[in-house]
């Protein structure tokens, strides 16, 4: 970089902070635009769960998805859930006002608090509500201990 | 073509009043040639707990849910479900005397045709 003679002036304080201030606007503009477009943010079912003595329950929230369309896996002491939320046909000439639903596929972990016995895990889905019971394994279960007192 | 938005609560003067807390129903809004379609979620609601109103073009959606199953300890709660409760204003274009309504999985469908005399007509030429 050449250097610049300098001959005993002082630039004017004002160009500089302009200049800096226009950086920071093109650069913050540049980061925005990069974030993710609508469409294809991250979404996944909101989650309730809840322990008894003997099982696990996990309810999902999946208005709009088809139960069949679902992937529910148990493995060790995750329970994964995979599925897709589609948005209806579109026809030609649609005009969308609001869009304030998520869509898109979703895949959702969780780590259960007790072992389960994958073998006997059910599932059923109501009113866009899927509800998945997870049996304790019998050493998971809660135990009584009788306090024998004299 | 105006938006449907959303009533501001404090100067609602609809029938069905809001409830004390309740969520706000997640709702696409499109047009397509037909009219207008709104569609809201609203999971864990029952047939019966859902009211959907309009008076002076004022849209009022109402969900109850059912009863919580409430075994064992609570070990995370997410859900946004619960009561629903939102009033959109329509705009004048559309029949409200002709809306339908549709629940499945917890989405409320509504469909509304374009009133009309706001449909392109056709207007027929008597040839002498």
Redesign the interface.
């Known amino acids: 970089m050449a250097m610049i003679p300098w001959r005993g002036r002082t630039l004017p304080v004002a160009t500089l902070t302009s200049l800096r201030e226009e950086m920071n606007d093109l650069l913050s503009r540049f980061w925005s635009h990069t974030s993710e477009p609508f469409g294809l943010a991250e979404w996944s079912p909101a989650l309730d769960v809840s322990e008894t003595d003997d099982a696990v329950l996990v309810h999902a929230e999946i208005p709009g998805i088809d139960p069949k369309e679902l992937d529910i896996a148990v493995v060790g002491n995750t329970l994964t859930l995979r599925g897709e939320k589609k948005s209806e046909t579109e026809q030609e000439g649609t005009n969308y006002h609001r869009v304030e639903r998520r869509y898109g596929a979703f895949t959702r972990s969780l780590r259960l608090p007790a072992a389960v016995d994958a073998e006997h895990v059910t599932a059923k889905a109501a009113a866009g509500v899927l509800e998945i019971r997870l049996p304790k394994r019998e050493e998971a279960k809660a135990k009584r201990i009788e306090i024998k007192a004299d | 073509?105006a938006?449907?938005i959303d009533v501001p609560v404090e100067t609602n003067h609809n029938p069905l009043q809001p409830p004390e807390s309740y969520f706000v129903p997640?709702?696409?809004?499109?047009?397509?040639?037909d009219g207008l379609t709104l569609?809201a979620?609203?999971?864990?609601?029952?047939p019966d707990g859902l009211a959907v109103t309009v008076e002076e073009n004022v849209l009022v959606i109402r969900g109850a849910p059912?009863p919580e199953?409430?075994?064992?300890?609570?070990?995370?709660?997410?859900?946004?479900?619960g009561e629903f409760y939102r009033a959109f204003q329509l705009p004048a274009d559309y029949d409200t005397e002709r809306i339908e309504a549709g629940l499945?999985?917890?989405?409320l469908t509504l469909t509304l045709p374009k009133s009309e005399r706001l449909k392109p007509r056709r207007i027929e030429v008597k040839v002498e």
Do not use: H, N, W
């Not at chain 2, 997640?26 to 040639?33: F, G, R």
């Not at chain 2, 499945?104 to 989405?107: A, F, T, Y």
């Open positions: 073509m938006d449907p997640a709702t696409d809004v499109y047009e397509t040639a569609v979620e609203m999971p864990g609601i029952r059912g199953a409430s075994d064992g300890e609570v070990l995370l709660k997410e859900f946004t479900a499945r999985q917890g989405v």
